[in-house]
């Protein structure tokens, strides 16, 4: 997927947040470390350092939610992450986006911890990020 496309894509699918800009993307993606795996209508883009994975952003397009679009992008992730020598990914979610964290609890991901009032969004109050792990075989 190009930058264009992530854009537009998470666009329509971070609908309680602000979407990353095409320029986001594209500085991301020329990180010599970016990893980015995308299906038609899904996308997991993280950073690969020192055996981790962090990932960034995880979007489907809301139209194919819960058909197995985001599955495929992130069983994807795992494998570049794992051909690359990674023993573990870890990412962050909003506390509140509890979909999201029983996705991530299903696909292997454990709680690890909590950054108080991490996302800021105007007219709401401060949202927790919860920090998940899944070791990578």
């Known amino acids: 997927m190009t930058p264009e ?3 537009a894509l998470s666009a329509r699918a ?15 993606l020329a990180r010599p470390h970016a ?6 209508h899904a996308f997991v883009l993280g950073l690969v350092v020192a055996g981790e994975a962090e990932i ?10 819960r058909q197995g679009a985001a599955t495929a ?10 051909a690359r020598d990674v023993t573990r990914v870890l990412l962050e979610v909003a ?12 696909q ?3 709680e690890i911890g909590l950054r108080r009032g991490y996302y800021r969004r105007p007219d709401q109050p ?3 990020a919860v920090l998940m792990d899944r070791p990578l075989p």
Do not use: C, I, K
């Open 56 to 65: 960034l952003a995880l979007a489907v397009d809301p139209d194919h939610q």
């Open 5 to 7: 496309a992530l854009a």
């Open 35 to 40: 990893l980015l795996t995308a299906t038609e």
């Open 108 to 110: 292997g991901y454990r």
């Open 73 to 82: 992008a992130l069983t994807g992730f795992h494998e570049e992450a794992a």
């Open 126 to 128: 401060p949202d927790d």
């Open 14 to 28: 971070y609908r309680h947040m602000a979407p990353w800009s095409t320029q986001a993307f594209a500085e991301t």
């Open 95 to 106: 506390a509140a986006n509890t979909p999201a964290r029983a996705f991530y609890s299903r």
